[in-house]
């Protein structure tokens, strides 16, 4: 069975690419739309398993580009994915026609089971997507990270990291706030822990920083001695 295609419609950049990445690490397909008006264009072009859309959007709102989408296909399984929470917004979105109502901050991992849930109730054999795979995008502060394109994006500039820049990265990313201890860095990375491994580990540790510099919520600390932390401060 093919993978589910999914058309995501989030004018929001960083979480539109967030979800896109992550949804993909799950095993769908996803094509992602950044206005209503593109969604409609990209619903019209290919076939889709299910929608999962934005409600507050410039032009098309949401409600308006499901019922545009429920009109040409009457069984389109649709989510809704909004910072609205009213009561009549969440009546008034079942009324558009949704299948379900994901209010944001988005746990990412309750999206992918609600989104499977939704495709076992609308979509004949459906079954869970096998195997969750390795995460390969992290949000840092207002960073995103792509471990597997090794891409540090910010905003609409990226900057492409070598592939141990990369690695070093993610290692920090996986812990993100905990202890990496130096060895364990020397080992996985370099494979060795000599003088000369240990010099360019921490040249590597500060071309991370300057790269991480425009978002002074994260920063990497040096433990003396022990390691290394990645730290991503709450917005004030």
Known sequence: MMAP???LVEDDETLGFLLGEFLRTRGFQVVWAKDGADGLRQFNADSFDLCLLDVMMPALDGFTVAELLRNRRADLPIVFLTAKSLHADVVRGFGAGADDYIKKPVNEEELVARIQAVLKRTVPGQTDLQGEGERT???LGEYIFDSERHRLQLGGHATNLTEMEARLLKMLCEKNGQLVQRELVLEKIW?????????????????LRKYLAQDPRVRITNLHGSGFVLEVAEPS
Do not use: T, W
């Open 191 to 207: 494979g060795r822990s000599d003088f000369l491994a240990r010099k360019s580990m921490d040249v590597f540790i500060s071309r």
């Open 137 to 139: 995008v992290f949000q």
């Open 5 to 7: 295609k999914i058309l």
